[in-house]
Structure formats: structure tokens, C-alpha cells
């Protein structure tokens, strides 16, 4: 298999919470490259040389770095959308600036395109009991009942088929009814919030912290016939950014959903209810399991009322009234 390697910069100060955001989806084999422990070691360390290379000076000179891998597939596709997704949420909370630059960049460990090359393991795929996924490049030449979502995930977004992605779609097949408004946090290409339409949604407002979500979002809705009548994107970071809130609150929503990671839907509950009709249902995902009863504890605490948990390989969802 081949891999891609996946470099985060940022500083001294920020290594600590790239890694805890690494951790919280799964990834614990990580590469750390600290400009100032290099730099302290040659400090503390004269007594024991009179001489360093200046080659090796020049090749540990760089920006702080926490690297991982992720496989060039369908499934590293998933795991680095959610990478970036988590990484611009705290780019978006540093407003000083302390944690460095806080931008990605990948790299593969072969020749081929990984940029493209994820596409060939991504084929149609049935989600749940009402739901076919469908790559905007394929034809479908089957014939289905299932309402079929076309999608392009485009290159910094989910497709579909990771589990917590499944798992919400599952949900929203029980909770979404005609007439209901949804709310989508953290949308990225927009799968939830279309789905919520096409399974009879009357409206959806989406929002996430990376700007490149509206217009993939909104590209997607148009390949599944929906209209920005009934649907509306929006980037900003919901907990803080006062333009959104108004947009956000125009409406009173029967589902919310958060396919996000855990500490950001600690962080998102309160926002949440303050959102949601009375008897709403907020559905999470993203949640790794070592994680599930911290965010369990969190929704208590904010009035909820946990009504289902589902869980697929180390992935848990909590849809919660």
C-alpha cells in the first residue's frame, strides 16, 4: 500500500494540541520536529563537542512540524478531511497567533497522484435503508429504490464512507420527516444536510470553519437538484463568530448534527440547544470510543437526553433529545 505523509506546521506552543487533535481520530504514530528542542540541546550540550556540522545545523533549521501517514486510499481520503477540519477549527481559536501557521501540506511516498489516485476505490455504496452515495464521475447503471446522492468530495472533504459518516446518515433516515429544518455543524462537502433534504427536509442551513465548504457544498447540492431556496452555507466558527450566529438563528431546528470530533462537540452543545425546537434531536459523530463518555457527560450537563448510542469499529455516535 502506499502512503501519503501529512505535515502539519505550527510552533512549540501548538504541538501539544495538533498531537491531541491527531489523537482524538485515531492517529497515534506521529513524527515531531521541534525547532527549539534542537536548539536548547545545542546549548546545554557544549561541554560535550567542539564542533557541530554546519550541514546538520542547516538540515534540523526549519519550521516546528508534527508530520503523520495516512493511506493513499479511499480511507486516507476520509482521515485527511478530517485532519483539516480539525486544524482549521484551531487555526480559527489562535487568535494570537501562538500556534504558528497552522497549514498542511501532504506529500507521497510514490509517484503516482495520490490526489486522484483515492478515486479509484470509490464506487457506489449503500448507506443505511434509503441511501445510495454515488461519485459524480461514475455511472450508475443499476437500478435502485434507494435515493441517490451524487457527490464530489473535492480535495479537502469526506465522501461518505467513513463509519461516522454512515452512522449520522443512519440517523437521519429515523429523524428527519417532511417539514423539517436541519442544521448542519461542520459540513465540509455538504453530505449530511443534502441528504437531510433529499429525505424530505424542507430546509437546511450548513456552516463550517473551512471557507472552501460553501462553495463545495453548494456544487454538490446542485448535482442533486437542490436549490439555495431551501438550502444555505455559511463559514465561521459558530461559538464565536457573530454573523453566523444571526444566520444560524433565523430558525428553530428539529435535527441538528455534528459529524465533527469530540472536544469540538463538547465545545458546540450549548450552541446547539440554544438552536434546537423543544423534542429536537442533536445527532454526534465523530466521537472515537476512548472519548464517548466524556462526550456523554458533556450533553448531560447541557439538558439533553441521551436516546440512542450506535457503534461502528471504534467510532460512536450519540443522537440525544
Known amino acids: 500500500m502506499d502512503w501519503i505523509k501529512v505535515t502539519i506546521y505550527t510552533a512549540s506552543e501548538g504541538i501539544e494540541g495538533v498531537t491531541g487533535r491527531l489523537y482524538q481520530l485515531g492517529i497515534t504514530g506521529l513524527e515531531i520536529e521541534d525547532e527549539q528542542d534542537f536548539k536548547d540541546f545545542l546549548e546545554n550540550n557544549k561541554q560535550y563537542w567542539d564542533y557541530v556540522d554546519d550541514d546538520l545545523i542547516k538540515a534540523k533549521k526549519g519550521e516546528t512540524n508534527v508530520s503523520c501517514y495516512v493511506s493513499d486510499d479511499l480511507n486516507g481520503q476520509e482521515l485527511l478531511a478530517a485532519i483539516r477540519g480539525s486544524i482549521a477549527e484551531m487555526k480559527s481559536i489562535d487568535e494570537n497567533g501562538e500556534f504558528g501557521r497552522l497549514e498542511i501540506e501532504v506529500k507521497s511516498t510514490a509517484t503516482e497522484d495520490w490526489a486522484n489516485n483515492w478515486k479509484k476505490y470509490f464506487h457506489p455504496m449503500e448507506v443505511g435503508e434509503k ?127 455534528a459529524n465533527i470530533v469530540a472536544d469540538v462537540i463538547i465545545g458546540l452543545a450549548p450552541k446547539a440547544r440554544e438552536y434546537m425546537k423543544e423534542g429536537g434531536v442533536f445527532i454526534t459523530s465523530g466521537i472515537i470510543a476512548d472519548r464517548e463518555n466524556d462526550v456523554k457527560e458533556a450533553l448531560l450537563e447541557n439538558g439533553f437526553e441521551i436516546v440512542n448510542v450506535s457503534r461502528r469499529k471504534d467510532w460512536v455516535s450519540i443522537v440525544c433529545r
Not at 417539514?179 to 463550517?208: N, R
Open 131 to 257: 441511501i445510495l452515495i454515488k461519485p459524480e464521475w461514475e455511472e450508475y447503471s443499476g437500478e435502485t429504490d434507494r435515493i441517490v446522492f451524487n457527490i464530489n468530495p473535492g480535495m479537502s472533504f469526506g465522501t461518505g464512507s467513513h463509519y461516522t459518516t454512515q452512522l449520522c446518515i443512519e440517523a437521519l433516515e429515523n429523524y428527519v420527516k417532511p417539514g423539517t429544518k436541519m442544521l448542519d455543524l461542520g459540513c465540509g462537502s455538504g453530505i449530511l444536510s443534502i441528504i437531510s433534504l433529499l429525505l424530505g427536509a424542507d430546509e437546511a442551513v450548513a456552516v463550517d470553519i473551512d471557507p472552501n465548504a460553501v462553495d463545495t457544498a453548494y456544487e454538490n447540492a446542485g448535482m442533486n437538484g437542490v436549490t439555495r431556496e431551501h438550502y444555505h452555507v455559511f463559514s465561521g466558527n459558530v461559538v464565536t463568530d457573530a454573523e453566523v450566529q444571526t444566520e444560524i438563528g433565523k430558525y428553530r431546528y428539529e435535527v441538528v448534527a
